[in-house]
């Protein structure tokens, strides 16, 4: 049938559970990772970044999870919350180059 | 600190009328990136740049398409003329070099 858009991966959790967001990258030369939540109506906003010389780092009720040898990131969400739906992209840099995004991740909560 | 600002907001413009879309980017900043959403492509880079020097427009769909860093504090993008086919929302971003991007709250346009 005719595509009518991006069908996003979606992920549905109950509010008070932990979500975790997966995304593929592309290119093993990466060396910078980035997560973006976007919410309806709103610009993608940075909630946090990782480089390649570590595999894990933490921000608040989040954790990003980088394995460079299956070219994975992942995106952990403790005690989701309502005001935690939104779209999630990860993004990738390598060097003097701008960022390739991923197609992104619906994370819708339920109360 | 502000973050980066978009004007307009919103713009319902006739198919062959000209349309400009603004962006002042984050003070400090010294690149800038405009970006196109829509549902059916999703989040498309259009054209960069580094010091007010455009560095890479090989995003931009057609010559109907052209932008302009006059200075460090504000950036352009036109379309001229527009088609239906441009509805979407317009981003801009900016960042100390070419790593986090902050956005802007975008730009959604529609040409009837």
Known sequence: GESVGLHLPTLSVQEGDNSIINCA???SASDYFIW???ESGKGPQFIID????????????VTVLLNKTVKHLSLQIAATQPGDSAVYFCAENRGYSTLTFGKGTMLLVSP | DAGVIQSPRHEVTEMGQEVTLRCKP?????????YRQTMMRGLELL??????VPIDDSGMPEDRFSAKMPNASFSTLKIQPSEPRDSAV??????????????GP????LVL
């Open chain 2, 106 to 109: 975008g730009t959604r346009l």
């Open chain 1, 36 to 38: 973006y939540k976007q």
């Open chain 1, 50 to 61: 990782i480089r390649s010389n570590m595999d894990k780092r933490q921000g608040q009720r």
């Open chain 1, 25 to 27: 990258y592309s290119n």
């Open chain 2, 90 to 103: 317009y981003f801009c971003a900016s960042s100390f070099g070419y790593e986090t991007q902050y956005f």
């Open chain 2, 26 to 34: 984050i003070s400090g900043h010294n690149s800038l990136f405009w």
């Open chain 2, 47 to 52: 054209i960069y740049f580094n010091n007010n």
